[in-house]
């Protein structure tokens, strides 16, 4: 039986020719899956960055749709101002049109008083009054003798014919027409004359008078 010396450690045996180091443990070279390793964190980092921009996507979708929703929702509400307003001005103008529409005919007993000269005293301040607090309302007054005829302010109850007009003429005013603004409340009744058959005009006769003048004194 072999005797080990103490304090010696038995070293393994080295080739000759070999040099110390090739004496020492070589450290083991690294698995497949060590090696493999920063190449999956790579892979986690991409996936991790495709998710990250998905979500960025999926958030500007939801921006532009509740920016979109939000712009709708303003316009309908101005749409809904303006349609109130527009109701509220139309409410109005009938409302006071209706009341107007009930006084035209203390408008038309004033109108005669005037004209027999019947507006005196008391009774003229008043019609006065009322006439001025009908215009400020907007009540206007309309309808002359001369003017043309014009069905859609003017309503022809009595008709005839004349042979000094070219068109059909308003020759007289039975009641006058109001209207508040462009609304007509009241047509003006009108007596109205129609050229006469087969007449010409005097104003036609005159220019035909005119050229037989001016052409006989070329002649002489």
Request: with cysteine; net charge negative.
């Amino acid at each position: 039986m072999t005797e080990e010396t103490p304090g010696f450690e038995e070293k393994p045996d080295v080739p000759s020719g070999a040099t110390p180091d090739d004496a020492e443990p070589k450290a083991a070279a690294p698995s497949e899956e060590e090696a493999a390793a920063p190449a999956g964190d790579t892979d986690e980092t991409a996936d991790r960055a495709v998710g990250l921009t998905a979500q960025l996507d999926q958030a500007r979708t939801a921006l532009s749709e509740r920016t979109g929703d939000l712009q709708r929702l303003q316009a309908e509400y101005q749409n809904y101002r303006r349609r109130v307003e527009r109701d509220r001005v139309t409410v109005k103008e009938i409302a006071v049109a209706n009341l107007l529409s009930e006084l035209l005919p203390v408008l038309d007993d004033v109108g005669r008083a005037r004209e027999h000269g019947e507006l005196l005293g008391g009774f003229k301040s008043v019609a006065e009054s009322l006439e001025t607090v009908v215009a400020k309302l907007g009540l206007q007054q309309f309808g002359k003798e001369g003017e043309p005829f014009d069905p859609t302010i003017h309503e022809a109850l009595m008709h005839s014919y004349a042979p000094d007009v070219t068109e059909t003429t308003c020759v007289a005013i039975l009641q006058p027409g109001y209207r508040i603004g462009e609304r007509t409340i009241r047509p003006a009744r009108v007596a109205v004359a129609e050229p006469q058959p087969g007449a010409t005009p005097a104003a036609a006769k005159e220019e035909k008078t005119d050229d037989e003048e001016s052409g006989g004194t070329e002649e002489a």
